[in-house]
């Protein structure tokens, strides 16, 4: 759709996504609900505002806010998905360890999270109330997840507008931990492959095609007006926690990709480390092999 063209922009004022019916195992899809007033928030002035006061009222800046986008290489060695399973509910360290998030199923679509974003903020143009024009965007960090060269340039071109790719490594297949010839159940394998527990047990949905629709390049739409960000943690360093130097930054662009932790692994000593674990103590894990 051409920005601009189509029907009014949808907001939350007129229409919200939320979460429906869950099913069996809990899995949830999105419905349409009806939208939020907005809330004047008089008391913070210490008066109220005269009747009329919305059109009479003439703004000094109309911001759109972006946040958190975290654009992410979800095929990247570098990332940590095998960590997550010590804090899933039926992890017998997961008191112990707590809240890992180095995990998402839907994590491919980050690139076209974004894209979709985007799309709303352009098509809006004017501010819901005032109808003044948006002056520019402020996007308010970790734009990437990775501290990774790939994941930032796909950041600037899904806000300028540009070729976006949302791949990594090899051209001719897909090479995450959701790829059907990755036998570890606890990845979510929307395309085929072994049984998992996300679909198993949770109800998540068999997609076949969606690693390649996922990866299949597109033209961005960009914002059409300037955008300014700030830092956040996942920008400077590695899973926003570990500065990417030295080995570990050779590692991010290295031929293989672990994704199975071994049987015999204390994951609350490996967690608590200020560091992963080096390389050597790697070489026993189950490793998916990528051409980078």
Same mark, same amino acid.
């Given at each position: 759709?051409?920005?601009?063209?189509?029907?009014?922009?949808?907001?939350?004022?007129?229409?919200?996504?939320?979460?429906?019916?869950?099913?069996?195992?809990? $899995?949830?899809?999105?419905?349409?609900?009806?939208?939020?007033?907005?809330?004047?928030?008089?008391?913070?002035?210490?008066?109220?505002?005269?009747?009329?006061?919305?059109?009479?009222?003439?703004?000094?800046?109309?911001? #759109?806010?972006?946040?958190? =986008?975290?654009?992410?290489?979800? +095929?990247?060695?570098?990332?940590?998905?095998?960590?997550?399973?010590?804090?899933?509910?039926?992890? /017998?360290?997961?008191?112990?360890?707590?809240?890992?998030?180095?995990?998402?199923?839907?994590?491919?679509? *980050?690139?076209?999270?974004?894209?979709?974003?985007?799309?709303?903020?352009?098509?809006? @143009?004017? &501010?819901?109330?005032?109808?003044?024009?948006?002056?520019?965007?402020?996007?308010?960090?970790? &734009?990437?997840?990775?501290?990774?060269?790939?994941?930032? %340039?796909? $950041?600037?071109?899904?806000?300028?507008?540009?070729?976006?790719?949302?791949?990594?490594?090899?051209?001719?297949?897909?090479?995450?931990?959701? #790829?059907?010839?990755?036998?570890?159940?606890?990845?979510?394998?929307?395309?085929?492959?072994?049984?998992?527990?996300?679909?198993?047990?949770?109800?998540?949905?068999?997609?076949?095609?969606?690693? *390649?629709?996922?990866?299949? /390049?597109?033209?961005? =739409?960009?914002?059409?007006?300037?955008?300014? #960000?700030?830092?956040?943690?996942?920008?400077?360093?590695? +899973?926003?926690?570990?500065?990417?130097?030295?080995?570990?930054?050779?590692?991010?662009?290295?031929?293989? @990709?672990?994704?199975?932790?071994?049987?015999?692994?204390?994951?609350?000593?490996?967690?608590?480390?200020?560091?992963?674990?080096?390389?050597?103590?790697?070489?026993?894990?189950?490793?998916? %092999?990528?051409?980078?």
């Amino acid at each position: 759709m051409t920005a601009g063209a189509g029907p009014e922009p949808v907001t939350t004022g007129s229409r919200r996504l939320v979460p429906g019916e869950a099913g069996a195992g809990g $899995y949830r899809t999105l419905v349409a609900a009806d939208g939020e007033r907005h809330l004047v928030r008089d008391d913070l002035a210490g008066m109220s505002l005269p009747a009329g006061w919305r059109r009479s009222a003439r703004p000094l800046l109309v911001i #759109a806010h972006l946040s958190d =986008t975290h654009v992410m290489d979800h +095929q990247s060695p570098g990332r940590a998905e095998l960590f997550d399973r010590y804090s899933d509910p039926d992890s /017998p360290v997961r008191a112990e360890v707590g809240v890992i998030g180095t995990y998402r199923a839907q994590e491919l679509f *980050t690139y076209q999270v974004v894209e979709a974003m985007v799309r709303a903020v352009r098509h809006a @143009k004017t &501010a819901p109330l005032s109808g003044a024009p948006v002056d520019f965007t402020v996007v308010t960090g970790d &734009a990437t997840d990775n501290c990774q060269l790939n994941e930032l %340039r796909a $950041y600037i071109d899904l806000l300028d507008g540009g070729q976006v790719r949302p791949d990594s490594g090899s051209p001719e297949r897909y090479e995450g931990v959701a #790829a059907p010839a990755v036998e570890d159940e606890r990845y979510w394998h929307p395309d085929g492959g072994g049984p998992d527990l996300p679909t198993t047990r949770y109800g998540f949905p068999r997609v076949p095609g969606v690693l *390649t629709a996922a990866r299949r /390049p597109f033209p961005a =739409t960009g914002l059409g007006m300037p955008w300014y #960000a700030v830092h956040g943690n996942h920008d400077n360093m590695l +899973q926003g926690t570990v500065p990417a130097v030295g080995w570990l930054g050779d590692f991010l662009v290295g031929p293989a @990709k672990f994704v199975t932790p071994p049987g015999d692994l204390y994951p609350a000593g490996v967690l608590t480390r200020s560091m992963p674990p080096r390389p050597a103590r790697w070489r026993s894990w189950p490793v998916a %092999r990528t051409s980078r």
